[in-house]
């Protein structure tokens, strides 16, 4: 499902006048199933692990707010250190993708960027789901080729989309 210019121009004045609006609300139960089916599909082959965090507000460098929701969320803390965060400040407009030491190892070093643009690319079309869709399938693809699933291979974390609210503090 697309959100349309008009519907992007609403949400915005929502969050800018509305202080009480829930960041869940900017997808609908049907997208948010879609990021969620995209996740489970990306770690079926995979020992690999993805997460996807949203929230209102960045009110700091986007990748220093990814790494702190990184730890948060204990993604550093999968066994092969092959977690996948993807990063989302919907009003501010900032997203970013962090993968950890063991994944980050075996990708070219703009693999990320690449992941990212085309993300980008669909934000800026209203097509949100598809954007994070998208990138988490392009991130399983390359969890598999280098953390092929095990006999043994438990989920590790959630792949349950997190929430979060505005970071007042920075």
Not at 118 to 127: D, M, T, V, W
Request: include cysteine; aromatic fraction near 10%.
């Amino acid at each position: 499902m697309k959100h349309s210019r008009e519907q992007i121009k609403r949400l915005r004045f929502n969050f800018k006048n509305n202080l009480n609006m829930n960041v869940k609300s900017f997808f609908t139960e049907e997208q948010k199933l879609q990021v969620k089916n995209a996740i489970r599909v990306a770690e079926t082959n995979t020992s690999g692990e993805i997460r996807v965090h949203i929230e209102k507000n960045c009110k700091e460098d986007v990748l220093d707010r990814a790494a702190y929701i990184f730890k948060k969320l204990e993604i550093h803390k999968t066994e092969l250190r092959n977690g996948v965060l993807f990063y989302l400040a919907i009003e501010d407009r900032k997203f970013a993708i962090l993968g950890d030491a063991g994944i980050n190892q075996k990708v070219p070093m703009d693999f990320w960027d690449k992941i990212k643009e085309n993300a980008i690319a669909n934000f800026k079309e209203g097509q949100f789901a598809k954007g994070l869709t998208d990138g988490i399938l392009k991130a399983g693809e390359q969890l598999k080729a280098h953390f092929p699933y095990q006999k043994d291979d438990v989920n590790e974390l959630s792949d349950e989309i997190s929430f979060g609210e505005e970071n007042k503090d920075k």
